[in-house]
């Protein structure tokens, strides 16, 4: 079975580059125009992009790097002033891309909970399936109880054994009617352990002829 490439080991390879660009062209934008004002809230979108598939530590060293390119910019500030803008610029970076991490992260965990729910159903589905053709396909009488002894589901040689017409003839019916030795058995209290037996005893047909029968319960 062939799978797709993941989107773990495509996604790193498309999104940093965008986030470099990103940088790359406010930072070319900044030094070719020589703006009066700053284009620092900007820088936010390189982190927040990027920030869908790096690690929190990288997410802060990439604020701290957008912070100092933004600040190659703004010459005026000098000193103390300058610093405490370094400061918050990489706190506002870093925010943006932790916040949009903590998002992305959340929504990885959702979809393979979804994708695994799913394929456990699936993977439930087709055992039924392969029970069910097994069960139809057997020579041998099959029959699924209740816990009082009655009649769940029955295989295609279970309605001819018993002489019913295979249109739900034999779901609802007490096994007991049918086969009375199971219909004591079923209704001992095991407890906690299993039973697994067999027996030669007689069972009933619908019109009500008696024959000999080997059961496995």
């Known amino acids: 079975m062939g799978f797709p490439l993941?989107?773990?080991?495509?996604?790193?390879?498309?999104?940093v580059?965008?986030?470099?660009g990103l940088a790359a062209v406010l930072a070319l934008f900044e030094?070719?125009?020589?703006?009066d004002v700053s284009?620092?809230?900007?820088?936010?979108?390189?982190?927040?992009?990027?920030?869908?598939?790096?690690?929190?530590?990288?997410?802060?060293?990439?604020?701290?790097?957008?912070?100092?390119?933004?600040?190659l910019f703004t010459p005026q500030y000098t000193g103390i002033e300058f610093y405490l803008r370094y400061v918050m610029a990489t706190i506002a970076y870093a925010g943006v891309g932790l916040l949009i991490f903590e998002m992305s992260r959340n929504r990885r965990i959702v979809i393979a909970h979804y994708a695994r729910v799913k394929l456990e159903q699936e993977?439930?589905?087709?055992?039924?399936?392969q029970l069910r053709i097994l069960a139809e396909s057997s020579p041998a009488a099959i029959l699924t109880l209740d816990h009082g002894?009655?009649?769940?589901?029955?295989?295609?040689?279970?309605?001819?054994?018993f002489a019913v017409d295979q249109t739900g003839g034999l779901l609802g019916r007490d096994i007991g009617a049918?086969?009375?030795t199971l219909g004591s058995a079923v209704k001992l209290h095991a407890g906690q352990r299993q039973v697994r037996t067999s027996a030669w005893t007689w069972a009933k047909r619908a019109d009500g002829?008696?024959?000999p029968i080997a059961t496995w319960f």
């Open 39 to 71: 284009l620092g809230i900007f820088y936010a979108f390189p982190v927040a992009v990027a920030a869908t598939v790096l690690t929190r530590w990288q997410i802060l060293t990439a604020a701290c790097v957008l912070a100092w390119l933004r600040g």
């Open 17 to 20: 580059p965008i986030a470099v």
């Open 149 to 161: 002894g009655q009649v769940v589901a029955a295989n295609r040689a279970a309605h001819e054994i």
């Open 178 to 180: 049918l086969v009375p």
């Open 209 to 211: 002829a008696m024959f």
């Open 6 to 15: 993941s989107e773990s080991v495509l996604r790193p390879r498309t999104m």
């Open 31 to 35: 030094w070719y125009s020589k703006l």
């Open 123 to 129: 993977l439930r589905r087709r055992t039924e399936e």
